[in-house]
């Protein structure tokens, strides 16, 4: 399957999958994003958004509240999740797409997967203090809206504000990351676990923001090898956190690798992300749009 060619007569987006301006990557305060899920729907949908999927980190609390809001803007909305996995020492992650958010397999996994959140958050805050930042965990606290998911980001917000860092760049140049302090290495979900809850609650999983990984050329391919034998069947090609040329890049590797392609802002939160809600370029013609036969697409 391949993009059609263009014909002036075609509507431009009822039939065209490639023309509908899907957003299936973004965050809410159900995890580490600064509004809630109902804003982030409202949102997407004035940004005009055709397809959108909220897609907390290892949480599926947004989801109901989200529903219900597409449903009353008349958006379409296809129910998502991001897995935070550990593959070969690196933290991977992998969007589930469509999945049921009831699915007592997925519920639970995820929960599992947000357990040690708490422990390491107070490590983390050991060793600011260590570094001579006191308080931090009461500090990431106040930027936490759901007590189950204390993330990176919310220390990083409480750093900016404390004036340790300009930014939210700032921070992960100079905490929280390998070799800084406040770095404390985590165990998340295996790959295949994460593919087959994804799968067994009827989604679809789509491998996030490939480009941003520190693996080199033929670790990624081991990646995306065992990725599609878990059952992985997207890669994002269009995100937030991809260049220009790293969209031709894994257009290219979804081509290779017979996968469908997915777009997602990653978006987090106005004046924090630099990416705004729908506002990411098309994808390309060559690739396969993850969303291309679903229903829900069929109906935007
Ligand atoms: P955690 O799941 O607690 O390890 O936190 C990971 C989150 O930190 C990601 O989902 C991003 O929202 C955020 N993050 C990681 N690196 C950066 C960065 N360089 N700039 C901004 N946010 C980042
Ligand atoms: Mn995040
Ligand atoms: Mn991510
Ligand atoms: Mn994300």
Same mark, same amino acid.
Do not use: K
């Given at each position: ?6 014909? $002036?007569? #075609?509507? !431009? &987006?009822?039939?065209?999958?490639? =023309?509908?301006? /899907? ?5 809410? *305060? ?22 959108l ?13 989200a ?8 958006l379409?909305?296809?129910?998502g ?7 070969a ?25 947000? $357990?040690? #959140?708490? !422990? &390491?958050a107070?490590?983390?805050? =050991?060793?600011? /203090? ?5 308080? *931090? ?8 809206r ?26 992960f ?43 080199d050329?033929?670790?990624?391919? $081991? ?78």
């Amino acid at each position: 399957m391949s993009r059609p060619a263009a014909d $002036a007569s #075609r509507p !431009a &987006r009822h039939d065209d999958p490639w =023309a509908l301006n /899907a957003d299936l990557h973004c965050h809410s *305060a159900i995890s580490d994003g600064t509004l809630s899920p109902e804003a982030v729907v409202e949102r997407a949908h004035a940004q005009g958004v055709d397809l959108l999927a909220l897609t907390d980190h290892d949480e599926l609390g947004g989801q109901a509240a989200a529903m219900r809001t597409a449903h009353a803007l008349g958006l379409a909305y296809v129910p998502g999740i991001e897995i935070s996995v550990t593959w070969a020492n690196e933290t991977i992650h992998v969007l589930g797409l469509g999945i049921d958010p009831d699915d007592g397999v997925l519920v639970g996994g995820v929960a599992g997967v947000r $357990a040690g #959140r708490e !422990a &390491r958050a107070r490590e983390m805050a =050991a060793q600011l /203090a260590a570094a001579g930042i006191e308080g *931090a965990y009461e500090g990431a606290l106040r930027h936490v809206r759901n007590p189950q998911l204390i993330s990176r980001t919310h220390f990083a917000r409480f750093l900016v504000e404390a004036g340790h860092c300009a930014d939210l760049g700032e921070v992960f140049q100079r905490y929280l990351t390998e070799g800084r302090p406040g770095f404390v290495p985590h165990r998340w979900a295996r790959l295949s676990d994460a593919v087959a809850w994804i799968l067994g609650a009827g989604g679809t999983a789509v491998l996030a923001h490939p480009g941003r990984y520190r693996l080199d050329a033929l670790a990624l391919w $081991a990646l995306i090898q065992e990725f599609r034998e878990a059952g992985g069947s997207a890669i994002e090609v269009v995100c937030g956190s991809h260049t220009r040329d790293q969209y031709a890049r894994f257009a290219q590797m979804a081509r290779e690798f017979d996968l469908r392609a997915s777009r997602g802002s990653d978006f987090h939160g106005p004046g924090e992300s630099r990416v705004e809600l729908g506002a990411l370029p098309p994808l390309p013609d060559a690739v396969v749009p993850v969303w291309a036969d679903w229903p829900a697409a069929v109906a935007a």
